[in-house]
């Protein structure tokens, strides 16, 4: 599994943004996928995850209902849609998988997830 994010950039306050994760290496045998973020000088953060045979994403309560985590399994593709963007919002974006199917109470804990891309640069500006 070789994962991919892309499509940050920089944004204006209440912007959006479409990051897209990709398995490179094609061999998409994920059952678990999630986006994470690390802010300078910060933990990393949970965004949100999604269960590959699912379509229900769960989100941090900081994203919730600005965010929305998709998936295309054709593609081997995950999403994240980002809408009224904010500064706090800005982050290095991290998309996650592994193959096991985590129980809710772990879709936040870094270690859980075996696989991880490089990253992509988030900026709001105010």
């Known amino acids: 599994v070789q994962l991919q994010a892309s499509g940050g950039g920089l944004v204006q306050t209440g912007g959006s943004l479409r990051l897209s994760c990709a398995d490179a290496?094609?061999?998409?045998?994920?059952?678990?996928m999630a986006w994470f973020r690390q802010a300078p000088g910060k933990e990393r953060e949970f965004v949100g995850a999604?269960?590959?045979?699912?379509?229900?994403?769960r989100y941090a309560a900081s994203v919730k209902g600005r965010f929305s985590i998709s998936k295309d399994n054709a593609k081997n593709m995950m999403y994240l849609q980002m809408n009224s963007l904010i500064p706090e919002d800005t982050a290095v974006y991290y998309c996650?998988?592994?193959?096991?199917?985590?129980?809710?109470?772990?879709?936040?804990?870094?270690?859980?997830?075996?696989?991880w891309g490089q990253g992509t640069q988030v900026t709001v500006s105010s």
């Open positions: 996650a998988a592994t193959p096991r199917t985590l129980i809710l109470s772990s879709f936040g804990d870094p270690g859980a997830y075996d696989y």
């Open positions: 290496g094609r061999t998409f045998t994920t059952s678990t």
């Open positions: 999604i269960r590959r045979r699912e379509n229900v994403p």
